[in-house]
Nanobody, 125 residues
Framework: QVQLVESGGGLVQAGGSLRLSCAASGHAFNYYVMGWFRQAPGKEREFVAGIKWTGRNTNYADSVKGRFTISRDNAKNTMYLQMNSLKSEDTAVYYC??????????????????WGQGTQVTVSS
């Protein structure tokens, strides 16, 4: 069993930056594929970024490429999402998610087993 807790959300002006963290408890985190998703009001939950257990393989949604960076520190059981050049359309609840290792990083939320409670990110224009 893995428990995930996000932190770092908040209110920021357009063009600003935020860093989200996802702290994991439980065994086998080091071997899990981890991902960040977001959900805006009235919209489907969408994939933002994912990372394999080595940290060397990552994947991003086109909408955040070049602005967001996903990383993980397995020694601290923590994953991060550095968000730069934030836009109003990035406003959403951000969730971290995890699943046992697979060959490719899934973008479908149904592929993930464990979820955090979410953290609100609001970007004012």
């Amino acid at each position: 069993q893995v428990q995930l807790v996000e932190s770092g959300g908040g209110l920021v002006q357009a063009g600003g930056s935020l860093r989200l963290s996802c702290a994991a408890s439980g065994h086998a985190f080091n071997y899990y594929v981890m991902g960040w998703f977001r959900q805006a009001p009235g919209k489907e939950r969408e994939f933002v970024a994912g990372i394999k257990w080595t940290g060397r393989n990552t994947n991003y949604a086109d909408s955040v490429k070049g602005r967001f960076t996903i990383s993980r520190d397995n020694a601290k059981n923590t994953m991060y999402l550095q968000m730069n050049s934030l836009k109003s359309e990035d406003t959403a609840v951000y969730y971290c998610a995890g699943r046992p290792a697979v060959a490719n990083i899934p973008a479908a939320h149904s592929e993930y087993v464990y979820w955090g409670q979410g953290t609100q990110v609001t970007v004012s224009s």
